[in-house]
């Protein structure tokens, strides 16, 4: 048997956590085209015939702007050094422009200064990711060659996390990587974040997902309340955004958006739970949340240095 955890970085929006579910083959994560969808490391645990492999999903590493952008950078550079293995994800995003630009500039600066970052003796393994978005795959060799200069070492394997085209070999390179050892989780353990935690996320992803421009950042969900009765699970939740004109338009004519979100979220946690669910959804101003420690603190999100856990009612 084999065991290990594996830490997946990157830059904002590359498809960490498109790339979790692809390996978990579960929608676990909540995806969106926004950067900084993710804001917590988060546990998924990939069970095979000979390993159990324990990935963490964490935030993009990106220029913070605010408190809670410095705590999601410091998550994330906090759970590459605790892992066995550092999965650093890119994308092909440089690549599909002119053939030209292509050429020249394979490795965009963030990911040099990411790559540079990793220490050598670290097991690292380089994923490409959204292959499925070039045409031609040769365009793919002077970024891979690019990467190879830094890291000579690493392996690097491009993928689409969105087709899941590449990703059983990543599993295969992976497994190879972790420690012979005793499985670290129960086989039945897919995540150790609580019900609650996934509440949150998918109302925050649809939000994410239905709103447009400055709203998505402005956004945190708080969970009222929490019943499971015999026949269903009764939410009462609230999104919070920073500016009235946020709640304007989350909310919607005649509360059409509000109401729409509240749909879709509510069948994603009715997947999670497998039950039915009721929720009621609310929206409302609390200006200045992302500087303020208590407010954070308040909404779930943890000071760094303390990986945001929750210690029971996984999933
Ligand atoms: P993260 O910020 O790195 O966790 O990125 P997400 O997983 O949230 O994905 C960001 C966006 O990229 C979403 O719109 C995904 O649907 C999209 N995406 C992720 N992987 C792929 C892929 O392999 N191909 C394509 N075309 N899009 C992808
Ligand atoms: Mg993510």
Redesign the pocket.
């Known amino acids: 048997m084999r065991f290990g955890t594996v830490a997946?970085v990157?830059?904002?929006?590359?498809?960490?956590?498109?790339?979790?579910?692809?390996v978990l083959g579960e929608p676990l994560?909540?995806?969106?085209?926004?950067?900084?969808?993710?804001r917590d490391p988060l546990l998924g645990v990939v069970n095979r015939p000979g390993a159990q492999i324990a990935f963490l999903?964490t935030?993009?590493i990106h220029k913070p702007r605010t408190e809670l952008g410095r705590r999601m950078n410091a998550a994330a550079r906090e759970a590459a050094r605790g892992a066995e293995v550092v999965v650093l994800?890119t994308?092909v995003s440089s690549l599909v422009g002119s053939a030209r630009d292509a050429a020249k500039n394979p490795l965009s600066e963030e990911d040099r200064a990411l790559l540079d970052q990793i220490p050598s003796a670290q097991a690292l393994l380089v994923v490409v990711?959204?292959?499925?978005?070039l045409k031609d795959k040769s365009r793919l060799l002077p970024m891979m060659a690019a990467i190879r200069e830094v890291r000579a070492a690493a392996p690097c394997i491009p993928?689409?996390?969105?087709?899941g085209?590449g990703v059983a070999r990543i599993l295969d390179e992976i497994e190879a990587l972790v420690p012979e050892g005793p499985a670290g989780y129960d086989t039945a353990t897919l995540t150790d974040r609580s019900t609650a935690f996934f509440v949150k996320e998918y109302i925050r992803e649809q939000a994410l997902l239905s709103a447009r421009s400055e709203v998505p950042h402005a956004v945190a969900v708080s969970v009222e309340k929490f019943v499971e009765t015999r026949r269903m699970v009764v939410i009462k939740a609230t999104i919070h955004v920073e500016k009235p004109g946020q709640r304007t338009i989350l909310v919607g004519r005649a509360g059409s958006k509000i109401k729409e979100i509240g749909t879709l979220a509510r069948k994603r946690i009715e997947r999670l739970v497998d039950q039915k669910v009721h929720l009621e959804l609310f929206v409302r101003v609390t200006p200045r949340w992302k500087d303020v420690p208590r407010q954070l603190a308040e909404l779930g999100y943890e000071a760094p240095g303390r990986p945001g856990r929750s210690a029971s009612g996984a999933s």
Do not use: C, E
Not at 10 to 22: D, E, Q
Not at 129 to 133: A, E, F, M, Q
């Open positions: 997946i990157g830059r904002s929006n590359v498809g960490k956590s498109t790339f979790l579910n692809a994560a909540a995806v969106s085209p926004r950067p900084q969808t993710t999903d935030p993009g994800m994308d990711n959204k292959i499925d978005l993928v689409s996390a969105l087709t085209d």
